[in-house]
């Protein structure tokens, strides 16, 4: 069974600084990560994904994230973020292979700050 | 990509009382997903829903609580049963579409019990 671990509960930030969200995961088999993100009272919408190769991987928004195997994490980054960008964060596993459920973590409040 | 409609967007309910909520896809797709997320928290995966076979429940939900029904590649039902206010939550509909490593979401069902 997997599971998703995100760090923080919220993260405060000021605009235009830099910010990273931190998710680690725990699994006996090979997965796929993914981040998404939820505005208020809206679905969720993918930010990122992580299926095979390069460990960097660059999503909309200017969101990027890399990951770590060894450290079994999935980090999400962004250089400057913006007042648009708060949000609720959630990272997610599922299995490889295709068609398979979606763990989430817990969630993480980003909330941008003039 | 996939579209994903839900209905209703919302809706208020009595305790003792059962409520369905519609999912239709804009495509054919083998599996999906029913999600709850109650306030303030991540989502958690209710049942996964094949065409043409029972739904498979996860730890904590039984069907007699959240009947679902798939007849078909568009569409699926779920249903909340004798509503208490522990069940206010907002459900999410999901598929996955592509190469299967990509999932999507309705802009779900916020359901409030008093």
């Known amino acids: 069974a997997q599971s998703v671990t995100q760090l923080d509960s919220q993260v405060p930030v000021f605009e235009e600084a830099p910010v990273e969200l931190r998710c680690n995961y725990s699994s006996s088999v090979s997965v796929y990560l993914f981040w998404y993100v939820q505005y208020p009272n809206q679905g969720l919408q993918l930010l990122l994904k992580y299926l095979s190769g390069s460990t960097l991987v660059k999503g909309i928004n200017g969101f990027e994230a890399e990951f770590n195997k060894s450290q079994t994490s999935f980090h999400l980054r962004k250089p400057s973020v913006h007042i648009s960008d708060t949000a609720e964060y959630f990272c997610?596993?599922?299995?490889?292979?295709?068609?398979?459920?979606?763990?989430f973590g817990a969630g993480t409040r980003l909330a941008v700050h003039p | 990509s996939a579209v994903i409609s839900q209905k209703p967007s919302r809706d208020i309910c009595q305790r003792g009382t059962s409520l369905t909520i519609q999912c239709q896809v804009d495509?054919?797709?083998?599996?999906m997903f029913w999600y709850r997320q109650q306030p303030g928290q991540s989502l958690t995966l209710i049942a996964t829903a094949n065409q043409g076979s029972e739904a498979t429940y996860e730890s904590g939900f039984v069907i007699d609580k959240f009947p679902i029904s798939r007849p078909n590649l568009t569409f699926s039902t779920l249903t909340v049963s004798n509503m208490s206010p522990e069940d206010s939550s907002i459900y999410l509909c999901?598929?996955?579409?592509?190469?299967?490593?990509?999932?999507?979401f309705g802009q779900g069902t916020r359901l409030t019990v008093v």
């Open positions: 495509s054919q797709v083998t599996m």
């Open positions: 997610a596993v599922s299995e490889t292979g295709g068609y398979n459920k979606l763990i």
């Open positions: 999901s598929v996955f579409t592509g190469v299967n490593t990509e999932a999507f």
